[in-house]
C-alpha cells in the first residue's frame, strides 16, 4: 500500500539503558550532600546491570535520603516515619522478581523504624537497604538522631549529645539471620559503586551502612575520616567488596577480613574505634530466605487459590 514495504520479520531492537533511563527528578538536596554520589551510584549499578527500569523499586521513609524514589526513574514509594522496610517486605511478597532499593536514614532506621529492622533482617528478603547515616536528623533540621556522637550541639541538645551513639553495623550483626552486612563511605564513589554493586548482587537483605556527609548540619563528624584516610580500613578477601587500585590509592591501610567470620565482624564494625572499617564485613549466602516462601502461590489463579482453599478446609470437615 501506497509503495511501503512491510517487513514483518524485522526484529525489535533490544532495549539499552543509559543514565538518562534513570534519571528522575531533579535531586533537591543540598549542594554537597552525600545523597548525590549514592543516587548516581545507584543509577550507574542499574545502568551497568542493564535492568529496566520497569522492573525497579525504591522504597523510602521519611527523612532527607528518604527523598531518593523521586530521584530515581523507577517505581517508587516515599512511606511513611521509619516505615521503609515493611513496604519493602511487601513489595518483595507479592512482586519477587522486582529488584527494590530501600533508602532511610540514621533517625528513619535506627529510632522509629527500628522495630521493622530488627524484623526485616531476619526476614532476609532479597533487597539491598542503604542506611544514609549522617549522625543526624537533617530534614528536621539538626535534631540528635541515634547515631549522633557524644557532645555534639544538636537543636535538641543544644549542651551536646548525652548519650553514647548506637552502631548500625555491630547493631545489624547482633540480629537473627543476618545475611550481608558492608560499611562504604560517600566520599570515595569508587568503594562505594563496589560496596552497593557487591550488595545488589546477594541474594537476600543487604544491609549497607553508608557514612554520608551532611555539610549543612553535622560538616565535621566525618573530618578525622577525611583529614586522615589512613583511619579507613579497607578490608579485602575475594568474596568481599573488589578494591579499585584507586581505592588502595586512597586509603592505604587495607587488612583482610573473611566475612563469614561474625565474630572478627563484630570486633571490625566498630565507628568508634581509632581505625573505621569499610568493606564487606559479614556474607551468609545459606541464611533463609523468607521471600522463597511468600513468592509460592503468587502465579495461581483466584480459582486454584479457591480450590487450594478448599482443600485446605476439607482437613477440618466433621
Ligand atoms: Fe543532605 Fe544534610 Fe542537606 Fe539533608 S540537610 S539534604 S542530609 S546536606
Ligand atoms: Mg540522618
Not at 115 to 139: E, K
Request: net charge negative.
Amino acid at each position: 500500500m501506497f509503495g511501503l514495504s512491510c517487513d514483518w520479520n524485522l526484529e525489535v531492537p533490544e532495549r539499552y539503558f543509559t543514565m538518562e533511563n534513570y534519571a528522575g527528578g531533579v535531586a533537591r538536596w543540598c549542594p554537597a550532600c552525600g545523597d548525590h554520589t549514592v543516587l548516581s551510584a545507584v543509577q550507574r549499578i542499574c545502568r551497568d546491570e542493564q535492568i529496566p527500569p520497569e522492573r525497579i523499586v525504591a522504597v523510602s521513609g521519611i527523612g532527607c535520603s528518604s527523598r531518593f524514589p523521586h530521584y530515581l526513574h523507577a517505581y517508587g514509594f516515599h512511606g511513611l516515619h521509619g516505615r521503609a522496610l515493611p513496604v519493602a517486605c511487601g513489595v518483595k511478597a507479592r512482586r519477587p522478581e522486582l529488584q527494590v532499593w530501600v533508602a532511610t536514614g540514621d533517625g528513619d532506621c535506627c529510632s522509629i523504624g527500628a522495630g521493622h529492622w530488627l524484623h526485616a533482617v531476619r526476614y532476609n528478603m532479597d533487597m539491598t537497604v542503604m542506611l544514609f547515616d549522617n549522625n543526624i536528623y537533617g530534614l528536621t533540621k539538626k535534631q540528635t538522631s541515634p547515631t549522633t556522637p557524644i557532645g555534639l550541639s544538636t537543636n535538641t541538645h543544644p549542651g551536646g549529645a548525652f548519650l553514647p551513639p548506637l552502631d548500625p553495623v555491630q547493631t545489624t550483626l547482633g540480629m537473627t539471620n543476618v545475611s550481608f552486612v558492608a560499611r562504604t563511605v560517600d566520599w570515595n564513589p569508587l568503594h562505594l559503586y563496589a560496596t552497593l554493586r557487591r550488595a545488589y548482587e546477594h541474594k537476600g537483605l543487604s544491609f549497607v551502612h553508608i557514612l554520608q556527609r551532611c555539610p549543612t548540619y553535622t560538616p565535621d563528624v566525618f573530618a578525622r575520616l577525611q583529614q586522615n584516610p589512613d583511619k579507613v580500613l579497607v578490608l579485602t578477601h575475594e568474596d568481599g567488596v573488589p578494591v579499585d587500585p584507586a581505592v588502595a590509592r586512597a586509603f592505604p591501610t587495607q587488612r583482610p577480613h573473611d566475612p563469614r567470620d561474625l565474630a572478627q565482624a563484630r570486633a571490625l564494625g566498630s565507628t568508634s574505634a581509632d581505625e573505621v572499617a569499610i568493606g564487606l564485613l559479614y556474607v551468609d549466602p545459606t541464611a533463609p530466605c523468607y521471600d522463597q516462601w511468600t513468592a509460592q502461590g503468587v502465579e495461581m489463579t483466584p480459582e486454584a487459590r479457591l480450590a487450594a482453599v478448599d482443600r485446605a478446609l476439607e482437613r477440618f470437615a466433621i
